[in-house]
């Protein structure tokens, strides 16, 4: 644990050919030019030597201890640029410490300084219990220049381990970890990706964060705690750490030895302005021979930097010096260097010819003047011809090897198995809804940033534009198993086979890519998820508007269900994955994680995948994936539908946390009126509640047996629509229903309180994210 003194800071091989044609053209071309008339050549720009001194003040302490202290940081007074780099030497310890303010430095660099880092743990002994828990946070100021570098990692050791790093102030900002296994064969040295060992990175300008360690599912800990009777996370340089699997579990003296070899790198400027700024209020620090470049951590300030050919302190006056570089053994000259202001020039003795370059001609006798000019125009032409041929040969041998790598991948990712299933008759596709990797480069303007609609967990979607002007989205896979190929290939011909108003229409896929893409209709209006929680009123999320959406939804569900040629279970359905086109018309989205059922089978033996809280907890404890997963989830988006909550918010109290525990623990309290919307309760009806409430709770049951079918579902909410059309049908039920409001807002203050209380959307990186729900990859719950 470590603190700042006073304020210190807030919240931050085909080119290489072409190249080298290019490069021996130009010089074959100047050695003939120059042969017949001059005799010496400038080189401005062929090498550049840049060296930042570290160096302190003239007169001022350079040294603490084994710690060489470069200006702008300084000991005493005058010795240092300003308040947040007054650097003191602690020499009642041996060796004597170097600190900024509370703040102990191991070493400085050009625009970074490291310092030991804080390791939080928690233990168990053999029964289970906690013998030890111990958080960890370091804080460098919020006002000062200082914020942690992006090349340290966020790092989470342990079998049943859940830890969150955040800082107060960045409210944008919660991330974290999962680390499962069950079993020690499970662990894999050296890697860190969910296995005994996660990682993720973090955010630019964090200045504060805090972290601790609790267990994911509160289990015994007696199962793994003879091969891990610890769990540890910290934030530490990403270079300094390799994961040495359960020797570092095991290892008593981890956490001590964590902290005294593998720092934290921390990122300063100066200036607390921009260049354009600094330089307009006439204090830049940056003196001569130097450039001024803008702070990239997100901290506001600038760096000095020498310019090329100079070295020295950019920080204190001269500035920069000129390096003078023929007294470097790896200069280019062959002949006479002659050093120059920021550059250096070649040339040959008297007598000689050439253009005193090692990599050129370097310097001849001269002798005979013709005979070398036609030696040199005949090699010359020679060689043009010879580069002519190289050069077409080469990019046509290209082109030919792009079109083998492409149709090996065609057929690798299962183009020949997709053409004969097209053949046969398989599905209602066509060979025009394969379409080639030009194609869709062309349509995503080569997949750029600015045509990102999303990332997930399964990979990121782009926007595209095809030639014929139909917008749509182009999915791309992050990995593609080779032994799930003819399951992948299963799925497309299914999927395109399914016609349904609220289903997102899959169009077709590309092969010749390494990992297969997917083309969907594009949906325009975003996710159920992002209006839920977006800020601001949402005139149109009435609540008519709610129940034909739940309606839709549950319809499209029900048709994959029980109304395709071979039954769909989504195994992802969650509000993230509802979207809303231009009329706000349900899509069910995202089948990346989906499983086709033989219709002789009710259930599937998986891999664990979806999202936590909408997660189904007889599928996560038995891996046996039914169509009555996918109700649990549905009955999760009904809760949010009705109360605006997000499914699992790390915010809320305990009892809060998870939605669905929550609502029927109101359902049972007979409280429910007080976690729902208050323009739900509002718009609807007493009795529609009600029924609704109890679809959720059957929805929620534990048992998938005890829940209701998505044709149930369906039907339910269809019926529920037409009392929202029909209202005469109850007429009595609106005044009793509010009537009922009335008297609850008097007795307890209902909506005092904002009914959406977990606004963070920060990100759970690597493992998770909170608010795109808890995505758990297939390897981490084995």
């Excluded at 290892?251 to 607390?272: C, E, K, Q, Y």
């Excluded at 492409?406 to 394969?434: C, P």
Aim: proline fraction near 4%; hydrophobic fraction near 35%.
């Amino acid at each position: 644990m470590s603190t700042a003194k006073k304020k210190i800071l807030h919240p931050s091989t085909t080119m290489h050919f072409t190249r080298n044609i290019h490069i021996f053209l130009f010089l074959f071309v100047l050695a003939i030019t120059k042969s017949s008339s001059e005799q010496s050549n400038t080189t401005s720009d062929v090498i550049t030597i840049t060296k930042a001194a570290s160096v302190a003040k003239p007169g001022c302490q350079s040294q603490c201890g084994n710690v060489t202290i470069p200006y702008p940081f300084g000991i005493g007074p005058g010795c240092f640029l300003s308040e947040w780099f007054e650097t003191t030497c602690n020499t009642s310890v041996n060796p004597p410490r170097t600190q900024i303010g509370n703040l102990t430095i191991l070493e400085f660099t050009d625009y970074t300084f490291r310092m030991p880092n804080n390791v939080a743990s928690q233990c168990y002994d053999s029964s289970g219990n906690i013998i030890e828990d111990n958080p960890a946070y370091t804080r460098l100021g919020w006002t000062s220049p200082f914020s942690f570098s992006q090349r340290n990692q966020f790092t989470l050791l342990g079998c049943d381990s859940f830890s969150l790093i955040f800082e107060p102030k960045l409210l944008n900002l919660t991330s974290g970890c999962i680390a499962l296994c069950s079993t020690s064969e499970e662990v894999v040295n050296g890697s860190c990706s969910g296995v005994g060992c996660c990682q993720t990175s973090i955010p630019k300008a964090l200045k504060f964060y805090y972290t601790s360690i609790t267990s994911l599912t509160n289990r015994n800990h007696t199962t793994i705690w003879s091969f891990d009777p610890c769990s540890y996370s910290f934030l530490g340089e990403q270079e300094r750490f390799t994961f040495r699997g359960v020797s570092d579990f095991m290892d008593p003296n981890f956490r001590n030895r964590t902290m005294a070899s593998v720092p934290m790198l921390v990122d300063w400027v100066v200036g607390n302005l921009s260049c354009s700024e600094a330089r307009s209020a006439g204090v830049l620090a940056c003196q001569a021979n130097s450039k001024c470049v803008d702070s990239d951590t997100g901290v506001p300030g600038y760096r000095c930097i020498c310019n090329n050919g100079y070295q020295g302190q950019p920080y204190l006056e001269p500035g920069c010096q000129d390096i003078n570089e023929c007294e470097d053994p790896s200069n280019l000259c062959d002949g006479v260097c002659t050093n120059t202001l920021g550059s250096y020039t070649c040339s040959c003795e008297d007598g000689y010819v050439g253009d005193g370059l090692k990599n050129g001609h370097g310097c001849a006798k001269e002798n005979s003047e013709f005979p070398i000019i036609k030696f040199t125009l005949g090699m010359g032409f020679g060689f043009l011809a010879v580069l002519v041929a190289t050069t077409w040969l080469y990019f046509v041998f290209k082109k030919r090897n792009l079109v083998k790598l492409r149709q090996k991948l065609f057929q690798q990712n299962g183009g020949l198995l997709l053409k004969q299933r097209f053949i046969t008759g398989e599905g209602s596709a066509d060979l025009t809804m394969v379409f080639t990797a030009q194609e869709l480069e062309k349509a995503t303007n080569n997949y750029a940033e600015d045509r990102i609609l999303g990332r997930g967990g399964y990979g990121t979607v782009y926007k595209g534009i095809l030639t014929d002007q139909r917008v749509v989205a182009i999915k791309k896979s992050r990995v593609m198993d080779e032994t799930q190929i003819e399951l992948f290939i299963n799925e497309v011909i299914i999927l395109t086979a399914v016609h349904h108003r609220n289903v997102v229409k899959l169009l077709g896929c590309c092969l010749e890519t390494e990992v297969p893409l997917l083309v969907y209709e594009y949906v325009s209006n975003g996710t159920l998820f992002n209006h839920l929680q977006g800020k601001g009123t949402m005139t149109w999320l009435s609540w008519e508007n709610r129940l034909r959406i739940a309606a839709e939804a549950a319809g499209a569900l029900s048709y994959l269900h029980s109304a395709t040629s071979t039954p769909v279970i989504h195994r992802d359905v969650k509000s993230a994955n509802i979207l809303l086109d231009d009329n706000y018309t349900t899509k069910i989205a995202d089948f990346g994680a989906s499983r086709l059922v033989p219709l002789d089978q009710t259930q599937v033996t998986t891999l664990v995948q979806g999202t936590l809280g909408y997660l189904d907890p007889e599928y996560f404890h038995t891996s046996q994936l039914t169509e009555k997963s996918d109700v649990y989830s549905f009955g999760v988006v009904l809760a949010e539908l009705l109360t605006g909550k997000k499914p699992l918010c790390m915010k809320r109290g305990e009892a809060e946390r998870n939605l669905a525990t929550y609502f029927i623990k109101s359902l049972k309290e007979n409280s429910l009126f007080q976690i729902l919307e208050p323009r739900v309760v509002r718009e609807g009806t007493l009795d529609q509640l009600q029924q609704i409430a109890e679809l959720v709770k059957r929805c929620l049951h534990l048992l998938g047996d005890e829940r209701p079918t998505m044709k149930e579902v369906a039907t339910k909410l269809e019926v529920l629509r037409k009392y929202t059309q029909h209202p005469w049908a109850s007429p009595h039920i609106d005044e009793e229903n509010a009537s009922l409001l009335n008297r609850e807002n008097e007795e307890t203050d209902l909506y005092a309180e904002s009914i959406n209380v977990c606004t963070s959307t920060g990100e759970i990186s690597s493992a998770f994210s909170i608010d795109n729900g808890l995505v758990i990859p297939e390897n981490m719950l084995r």
